[in-house]
Every structure is written in C-alpha cells, then in structure tokens.
C-alpha cells in the first residue's frame, strides 16, 4: 500500500503524472513542488503541487481565451473605424434600394423584348416565359436576402448555378431561324 508521506524517484514521478523525467524538473524548478532530497519527492507534495499547477493552467487557459474575443473584436472595431473614414461602407438599406432600383431596370427592359425580337407568336411566348422566369428569380434572390437581412442571419451565397452567364449582345447568326428581320 502507498503511503502519502512516502518518497518517489524522479522516474516514478514522471510515470505517476505521465510526463517525462524533464517535465517533472522543469514543474520543481518553476517551484510546483520541492525536492524532498536529491532525485527523491515526497508524494503528496508531488501530487499537489501537480493539481495545482493544473488548475493555474487551465484558468490562464481561459482568461486568455476571453482576451483573445477580445482583441478580435477590438481589432474587428478598428478595422471598421478605419474603413468608415476611407468611406469604404456602404448603408445596408442603401445598397437594398441600389439592388431594387437594378431589379427594375431590368425589368422594364424585359417588357416587350419578345416582341422587338420577332414577330413570331409561339417564340415570342417562349421568350416571354424566359425573361418573366428571369424576373422572377431576381425577385426571390432580392426577397431572400432581405428576409436574411430583416432576421439578423448571416448572408449565405446567391442560389444560382454559379455561372456567371454571358453579358452583351450577341450577333445573331442569320441561319438561326429566330424569326424574320424584314419589315411587316
């Protein structure tokens, strides 16, 4: 049986707190525990000083967690001073006008597209059904987003496919069949 006023070695110290030889002098030297003789500990003093030094790590542990947020949330407060003052921040409101007020234009450019583009009835439908499909995506996208914005949640990525698409006129290619570009 053990008894708590006994010695232990170096080598069964570092068995009994599964650290090396080295650990445990190191733990002696920033003065967790005392050597009772050369290379010889008393055990409760070990096992102490041992619990000890445990519990002053995990608290050092903790308040430098909380120091941490903190120094994250006042570089986070700079970074943003900085960016107000170099007028890099934009109103959140202004920027959901800007989006509507985009939405619109495209939409207005929308109306009576079909009919500029041919004056073939069913692929005027075809087209028609195209662009109002388009509109309507926009629309979601915009309603989405401000719904994430209204509920404080974090914005997530736009649902398209990812494509950016193409921007511009293309040149129709004549052989087509788009519909006729004569006059009526």
């Known amino acids: 049986m053990v008894n708590i006023d006994d010695l232990v070695t170096v080598s069964d110290a570092a068995a009994l707190l599964k650290c090396s030889r080295e650990y445990v002098e190191k733990l002696m030297r920033s003065g967790w525990f005392r050597r009772a003789d050369r290379g010889v500990y008393r055990l409760a003093e ?11 790590r995990d608290k050092r542990s903790e308040v430098s967690a909380a120091q941490s947020i903190v120094q994250q949330a006042r570089a986070e407060e700079i970074r943003l001073r900085a960016a107000e003052r170099a007028g890099r921040l934009v109103d959140v409101e202004e920027l959901f006008y800007l989006a509507n007020a985009l939405a619109g234009m495209v939409r207005s450019r929308h109306v009576g597209a079909a009919s500029r583009i041919t004056r073939d009835l069913a692929l005027r439908a075809t087209i028609q059904t195209e662009l109002d499909s ?9 309603t989405a987003l401000a719904a994430r914005h209204r509920d404080g949640r974090a914005y997530s ?17 004549p052989s087509d069949g788009l519909g006729d570009s004569g006059s009526s």
Do not use: F, K, S
């Open 46 to 56: 070990l096992i102490n000083g041992y619990v000890d030094y445990i519990h002053d």
């Open 134 to 142: 388009i509109d309507a995506a926009i629309a979601d996208e915009l």
């Open 157 to 173: 990525a736009p649902t398209g496919n990812g494509n950016a698409g193409r921007v511009g006129i293309e040149e129709q290619n």
